[in-house]
């Protein structure tokens, strides 16, 4: 059986970075398309950041564009989120996921992924 635990959440200020990790057990990570979502208090769950089974391929919310990098090591069964110049607006529960695939596509709509972490908090301080 597939299980995802994150880890990295914390309270941190505006403009500092962080990483968050993706530990998936049960199986190898190299069957997995990986992707992140984040929820904030009172939203819905929004995409942040996916990445393809063999991490040829990514893709990224608009809301993080250019700040967020999504990366895998398949030899640690672990996926990392970087965020980078973190605002306020980037505070919510970060959850990682897992689709199990045969292409190099990367999917990012909620209901495309089947295992889902139990989430790490992020606070960002303005």
């Known amino acids: 059986q597939v299980h995802l635990v994150e880890s990295g959440g914390g309270r941190v200020q505006a403009g500092d970075s962080l990483r968050l990790s993706c530990v998936l057990s049960?199986?190898?990570?190299?069957?997995?398309?990986m992707g992140w979502f984040r929820q904030a208090s009172g939203r819905e769950r929004e995409f942040v950041a996916a990445i393809s089974r063999r991490g040829g391929r990514t893709s990224y919310g608009d809301s993080v564009l250019g700040r967020a990098t999504i990366s895998r090591d398949d030899a640690k069964n672990t996926v990392y989120l970087q965020l980078d110049r973190l605002k306020s607006e980037d505070t919510a529960v970060y959850s990682c996921a897992a689709d199990e695939a045969m292409s190099e596509l990367v999917v990012h709509r909620v209901r495309d992924y089947l295992h889902w972490g139990q989430g790490t908090q992020v606070t960002v301080s303005s």
């Open positions: 049960g199986r190898a990570l190299f069957s997995y398309r």
